[in-house]
């Protein structure tokens, strides 16, 4: 009698185990890569897709932060951590990628045509450098989710290379000049004044601080507009 009782009870935990197995199956030939599709889909939207398109206006400052409201959040947010100014760094982001996301450098033609490198690894709206990019993950946490082009992070690698800069060679955060320059030649290449034999670089960093300090009186009319602009955002805790 021992024995009949056992038999169906071990047919039904050897038919539980075969469909363990079945699903373990699956999971392996068709979960994981749905998963990695799903995900691959989900970065394309996030990273690429949907990125802002460029201000219409990016002559004005405030135009520009009507249009994105969030950059103001990112920016001011940069300003709290590090210490340039808004007006400063979204100046850096117009002459480094026009706003543009994905911007890169154009790519070299080999005998005149055939697209072939390209001259640097600047990526992204603040145009950062793979070792430069490299090292600001390193300091402040590296992430999936921290890209070159999403624009938060963008204005935060601004923030924290020209934080270095002051601390490093002492340039004022209110010297968008000099902060440019260093941030273009580099510390060690401002240090040697590089730049003292590239007269376009010069001329470039001068039209730099010409539209931070516009930004900067532009943005005195209407910041109040995005200080408070979310619905949980309200009087006296986001002035």
């Known amino acids: 009698m021992v024995g009949k009782f056992k038999k169906p009870w071990r047919r039904r935990k050897r038919r539980q185990q075969t469909r363990l197995d079945v699903w373990r199956s699956r999971t392996k030939w068709y979960g994981l890569p749905l998963l990695g599709l799903l995900v691959a889909t989900w970065a394309t939207l996030r990273f690429s897709l949907l990125a802002p398109a460029p201000p219409a206006n990016t002559d004005d400052l405030c135009e520009i932060f009507r249009e994105h409201p969030v950059w103001y959040d990112y920016a001011k947010e940069s300003e709290r951590r590090w210490g340039t100014p808004v007006a400063t760094q979204i100046a850096f982001v117009y002459y480094e990628s026009s706003f543009r996301s994905h911007a890169q450098p154009p790519r070299s033609r080999l005998w005149g045509f055939i ?116 619905w949980y955002q309200f009087w006296p805790f986001c002035r």
């Open 115 to 230: 697209p072939w490198a390209r001259p640097t690894t600047a990526y992204g709206y603040a145009q950062a450098l793979d070792p430069a990019w490299r090292e600001y993950l390193e300091a402040n946490g590296d992430g999936w989710f921290t890209v070159r082009t999403d624009m938060e992070h963008a204005l935060d690698f601004v923030g924290w290379y020209n934080h270095l800069t002051h601390r490093q060679l002492g340039i004022s955060f209110y010297n968008p000049r000099s902060l440019y320059l260093a941030y273009h030649e580099g510390r060690g290449g401002f240090s040697r004044q590089t730049y003292a034999r590239k007269p376009d670089i010069t001329a470039l960093a001068a039209r730099v601080q010409k539209r931070a300090f516009r930004y900067d009186i532009q943005l005195q009319s209407c910041e109040q507009e995005f200080q408070c602009w979310r």
